[in-house]
């Protein structure tokens, strides 16, 4: 039998200074442990001893020349965290606070939601210690080279599959796609995000914001509730607040506010004409990471250094980073009225958010579940590579929807409480971990 403090402590002595790590872990081991308690073969298989152990994490050194010939080191990641259900499969975060113990966190993750989206992906992430704020085009180019000449070695379209995260968009895959085809000769899905004229899956770019409104929809549909009208804010101004805000304004909610890490923009005629919506990705990949130029361009109101979790609304996305959200913004947004409250980020609430919002019975949807659309649809870019052809946008934005539909259902399953509360984390949790730990046990130790 397993218990939930002496697991964890031996955790920690194991994993020194990887906080990030214990917590996801806590999570998880927490939501699954009476379902490991009473299965005799997850006790037999040593299934939770196993599940935190990634199969294999790879560091490496990357060395790179910046735009005054200064040569540059930076260290380089991929943990291969646990492929029982098919190749290693994640993104890659660029971000100068990246450490093996975040990227252990992701990679663990990873597991359960990409166990979740039904699709034949195992968990995996990676990435560098490298800060893109200011970098030119030329400096990204040589940084991604350098990074993909040491990193072909351990990828392959059937062994481990990475994409993009935090600093790595359409432009770094290209760079990186690009050094994997000079150095390995294939043509091959490698890598998903690529672009659409070599390779991409159509709806890519807008697979995470898009999947995490078809999840919030059911979210609705469940309390008898809808989207029409409701004032929202969404943290962060990347790729994933583009398509969050692209697809809430269509389904008839009002985005009041946005924000970057300089403060947050209050935009109460709603961020909602495409104009303002492509103005919002220019900011991003402009490499400076400040979301004021829009509040100046389109006469909102800028609101430099406070957190956008002071801004009444009725539902609140995160998505930014971990962490983003803590017990005292999650109080506030309570005090204030908040109806809902979703990830889009990876943990993006702390434990104290969680707890509030659980406590206050107001519906919390973890990243892990709301966020696995992107995966989802980077599942599906392997499997048009695979079978060398490009499926219509339609067509993979109704299996997108439906893959979305389907885990609402299984977190809905799994985390249904006597009162009829929906705990989201556990759902996602037992659903994602079932189907991993079967696979594991069938393939033996
Ligand atoms: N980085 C994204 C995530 O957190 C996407 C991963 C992928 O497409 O492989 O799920």
């Known amino acids: 039998m397993y218990k ?13 200074a990887q906080p990030e790590f214990i917590q996801a872990a806590r999570e998880v081991v927490a939501s699954v442990i009476d379902v490991v308690n009473n299965t005799p073969k997850y006790l ?42 098919g190749p290693y499969k994640g993104g890659l975060r660029f971000n100068k606070n990246v450490t ?25 992430k ?12 030329n400096e990204i180019l040589r940084f991604c080279r350098s990074f993909m000449t040491e990193l072909q070695k351990y990828i392959g379209p059937d062994t481990d599959v990475p994409a993009g995260d935090l600093g790595v968009g359409g432009r770094e895959i290209g760079f990186m796609y690009g050094q994997y085809k000079r150095i390995r000769q294939e043509n091959t899905g490698v890598l998903t995000g690529k672009g659409q004229t070599w390779g991409g899956s ?14 919030t929809n059911e979210v609705m549909k469940l309390n008898n509730d809808t989207l029409k009208g409701k004032r929202v804010i969404v943290s962060g101004f990347g790729n994933v607040a583009w398509g969050a805000v692209t697809k809430a304004t269509e389904l008839g909610a009002k985005v009041i506010a946005i924000s970057g890490p300089d403060g947050y923009v209050l935009d109460e005629a709603g961020v909602s004409t495409p104009e303002k919506i492509a103005y919002m990705l220019e900011l991003r990949s ?97 499997s048009q590579n695979a079978e060398h052809l490009k499926w ?39 659903a994602g971990f079932k189907k991993v730990a079967d696979a594991m046990c069938e393939l033996g130790y």
């Open 44 to 85: 037999n298989n040593k299934i939770l001893d196993r599940i935190v152990e990634p199969e294999r994490v790879v560091q490496f050194r990357v060395e790179w020349e910046d735009d005054n010939h200064q040569i540059q080191v930076n260290r380089g990641y991929r943990v291969q965290f646990n492929s029982a259900i």
């Open 202 to 215: 159509l709806i890519r770019p807008e697979a995470t914001g898009f999947g995490a409104l078809y999840f």
């Open 392 to 430: 219509a946008a339609a067509d993979v934005d109704a299996q997108l929807h439906r893959i979305m539909e389907n885990i609402f259902a299984a977190c809905v399953k799994e985390g249904k409480q006597a009162d009829g509360y929906v705990d989201y984390v556990k759902g996602a949790n037992i």
């Open 286 to 382: 402009s490499n400076k990471n400040i979301v004021a130029p829009y509040a100046e361009k389109f006469g909102a109101k800028f609101v430099p250094g406070k957190r956008i979790w002071e801004v009444p609304c009725d539902i609140a996305f995160t998505a930014a980073l971990q962490n983003e959200l803590n017990g005292d913004d999650a109080k506030l947004l309570i005090k204030n009225g908040v109806k809902y409250a979703i990830e889009i980020s990876n943990m993006g609430c702390t434990p104290e958010a969680i707890e509030a919002f659980q406590a206050a019975k107001i519906p919390f949807c973890p990243g892990k579940a709301v966020n696995a659309g992107g995966v989802a649809v980077s599942g599906l870019e392997m």
């Open 4 to 16: 939930l403090d002496e697991f964890m402590a031996e955790l920690e002595r194991k994993n020194p």
């Open 126 to 137: 990676g990435g560098a210690d490298f800060d893109p704020v200011g970098k030119s085009d």
């Open 100 to 124: 093996v113990g975040t990227l252990k966190f992701l990679g663990f993750e990873q597991i359960f939601k990409n166990s979740l989206t039904t699709l034949p992906m195992g968990g995996g």
